[in-house]
């Protein structure tokens, strides 16, 4: 009996430390899980609620059921904020993740200096989203900005136009500006993960002739497609929640021609005043993210495998 007693004294303890041990983890993370919760969860919470309500944001509420979610579409000016949105994510986040591999490719097998490149072509997206637009829209101006200027002085009048103002160009305009300001990401993430790939994978490619364009077709794409459908899902939640660039460069105009699902929603909250009507925006756009990022998810689970 003895040595029983001896032998499972120490296995007890030892259980409880292990199970000691499995919150010791939960305790360091538990400040940062309520922060989320109060400043993350609540606020998705709260508007839900508030979805249900006809509210200015002062004063009483009044109970309205789903008909907040029944207005919203039949809102014209939502499908064409949704709209502007969809062609936005289309415009700006394939071609910045090429361009952000492409300079990446480089970087690791084409330029030296490979340190100030980085920092010349990540430096636009460290740079402040207000100082960016206010100098784009400084450049687009019509009468004096620097784009029209060079196309007049190269001799290209007929090019000139209000590129902000004007319905065709309002757009793409800014989806141009956005995509100078978030390549340096997506060159970076793409750098780091070509680091990450044996490199006598490309010497043994060298070795054998391919130059830079096959090692790209046979080697470098092929082993980022989980990189690819990473940036994806950071892109695209991203791209949902662009507002700042929209509204300091055209404030969503003209007519509504660069009005996003994000610019709609601040409108409808702040200055139309329709809290509850906003809160239902806000519930459709999350559902959007996590619908996508849910299929995204699915997806990249299918490819590891």
């Known amino acids: 009996m003895d040595i029983v007693l001896s032998t499972t004294k120490p296995a007890t303890a030892k259980s409880k430390k292990k199970k000691r041990g499995r919150f010791t983890g939960l305790y360091f993370a538990l400040p940062l899980l309520v922060f989320v919760s109060v400043f993350t969860f609540f606020g998705i919470f709260y508007n839900i609620y508030i979805g249900f309500f006809e509210w200015s944001g002062i004063g009483s509420k009044l109970f309205i059921g789903l008909d907040n979610y029944v207005n919203l579409f039949h809102d014209p000016n939502f499908y064409q904020a949704l709209g502007n949105t969809f062609y936005f994510l289309v415009m700006t986040i394939p071609l910045s993740m090429a361009l952000g591999l492409l300079l990446a490719t480089l970087l690791n097998g084409v330029w030296g200096a490979g340190g100030l490149f980085k920092s010349i072509f990540f430096l636009p997206h460290v740079i402040a989203v207000v100082t960016v637009g206010t100098t784009f829209a400084g450049i687009y101006e019509p009468n004096f900005g620097l784009l029209n200027t060079m196309l007049r002085f190269a001799g290209f009048e007929s090019w000139t136009h209000s590129w902000l103002s004007e319905p065709a160009s309002a757009l793409n305009s800014i989806a141009a500006v956005y995509i100078f300001a978030n390549t340096g990401f997506y060159m970076l993430i793409y750098y780091t993960s070509l680091l990450n790939i044996d490199q ?106």
């Open 200 to 305: 006598e994978i490309f010497e043994a490619a060298k070795i054998d002739g391919a130059g830079v364009m096959r090692q790209f077709r046979h080697i470098i794409f092929p082993m980022l497609s989980g990189t690819h459908i990473t940036l994806l899902i950071l892109g695209i939640i991203h791209a949902l929640k662009v507002f700042d660039l929209i509204w300091i460069m055209t404030e969503g105009g003209p007519g509504g021609e660069t009005e996003l699902i994000s610019t709609f929603l601040f409108r409808e909250s702040l200055l139309k005043y329709k809290t509850g009507y906003s809160g239902a925006v806000s519930v459709v756009l999350l559902l959007i993210a996590f619908g996508y990022t849910a299929f995204q998810l699915r997806v990249y689970n299918k490819v590891r495998r």
